[in-house]
């Protein structure tokens, strides 16, 4: 690989929750959230809207959000976090997967973007 792959935190706790659902029903064990831990995380890559008031306070952008006197929209790319306590069951919502999905599209990404590139066959 060209460089360090960027996401490898977030792949892991990726791989925990798999882990979970297929080995152990989707219900959280300690063996999943880690040995004196009461909850396992899922990090995920996922798309963040801020804005950044004129005064320099800044604030996640939704729906409803007035900005007055004017400001700048960021977009940026951070993880998302979603804790699960042990004992209780993985559940995602429509948008949780949805974020999990476009997550793994970004890691793929980064990851296919760290390959390196095919060498040409010589001609012996």
């Known amino acids: ?21 297929e080995h152990r029903n989707g219900i959280v064990t300690e063996r999943d959230a880690g040995v004196g831990a009461t909850t396992m995380q899922l990090s995920v890559p996922s798309i963040q809207l801020t804005v950044t008031h004129t005064d320099g306070t800044e604030a996640p952008l939704a729906p409803g959000l007035v900005v007055e006197g004017g400001g700048t929209v960021s977009l940026k790319v951070a993880p998302r976090h979603i804790e699960f306590n042990v004992g209780d069951p993985i559940v995602f919502t429509s948008n949780d997967f949805g974020e999990i999905a476009f997550g793994c599209w970004i890691m793929a990404q980064n990851l296919a973007g760290n390959l390196p590139l095919p060498r040409e066959k010589s001609d012996r």
Do not use: D, G, I
Not at 11 to 21: D, G, I, K, Q
């Open 1 to 21: 690989m060209n460089s360090r792959f960027s996401w490898e935190a977030q792949a892991l706790s990726l791989n925990r929750v798999r882990n979970c659902l």
